[in-house]
């Protein structure tokens, strides 16, 4: 394995090339240790399994990245390392070929090594690559390989930065297969459980949930589909033991728009355009805060339906007091938000 060099300490780019071999490891991490960011460029056959999860953990420890450069080959152990990077690059030519771990018998055969199968599972497991990932990287034979083409890996659940020449398409613009499932269950979530408490346009919601549904079940295909879904459904259903319906309401919203998905809120409970506060300016200004607005408007109305003695009244103008306290302030506006939401989620679901 050689290791040339270019670029500068700012950021440098690394060239992994040739057959991974005793002792690399150690030199790769002499090297690393000279740079705070690198892209490691990809182009070997493969070679020591041990020595490559070494490689891929200082890979993975330094946030750098990894890339396939296109009609480039990198298989097997080189496979690893690709997966290894906390950002990955490919195009649609690169060749990066999977196949399971072997030894060579007495006779000079190559048959398969569990053991060594077993430390990559458990080394991808530890990157957080699911169990479908896992099975692609170590299901073909030591004679044969399987190729990991951009759709391929969006399906198995690999984000990837894809490349076509200049052009970058990142992992927000491409999502796997299991992002799209865990965007739809939360689109569902927000339309059966949420559309009231927030104003939500129910069909706009619905739209957007079949295009996750279409798009994902397009790209992995019905079977590996499903088992993302059921994923999804089951994390949603633990949030629901430790999250009130409101958090978890304002949490699915959160998630959502981190994603650029469009959620047809068009802005707080209240007319912008009679802003006066410093705080009211600042949520107007801050889409994180129009759900959180429009929830905690809701929920007073229902809990001051069932206080009429003016109790409620009261303890809202004070909290009013401290959230305007906050000024222009996003972040203590989401906190002071958030904290209400709580207040009201417990006082009125909880058992």
Known sequence: MTVPVDGSYDHTTLFLSGAIGPGDSDAFRRIADKYANATITLDSPGGNVTEALSIGAEIRIRNFATMVLPQVECHSACALLWLSGARRYMSETSVIGFHAAYIHGANGEARESGMVNAEIGSFLAHLGYNKHVIRFATLAGPESTLRLTPGTARALGVDLFLQDRIDVKTPDEIPTAPTLAARFVELAYLQNFCADLIDLDVAHIESEARDAH??????????????????????????????????????????????????????????????????????????????????????????????????????????????????????????????????????????
Request: aromatic share 8%; hydrophobic share 35%; with cysteine.
């Open 214 to 351: 279409a798009q994902g079940n397009a790209l992995a295909g019905n079977d590996l589909w499903m088992d993302f879904f059921i994923t999804e459904v089951e994390i949603t259903k633990s949030r629901s033991q430790t999250m009130t319906l409101p958090e978890l309401c304002i949490h699915v919203a959160d998630e959502l728009r981190s994603a650029s998905i469009d959620l047809g809120i068009s802005g707080p409970s209240f007319d912008c355009s009679m802003a006066r506060s410093n705080a009211e300016h600042g949520i107007c200004d801050h889409e994180s805060l129009w759900a959180r607005d429009k929830l905690s408007s809701k929920l007073y109305a229902f809990v001051r339906q069932g206080s009429p003695d003016g109790h409620i009244l009261n303890n809202q103008r004070e909290w009013l007091r401290g959230r305007d306290s906050c000024g222009y302030d996003a972040d203590c506006l989401v906190r002071t938000y958030d904290n209400r939401i709580r207040q009201f989620g417990t006082a009125i679901f909880s058992d």
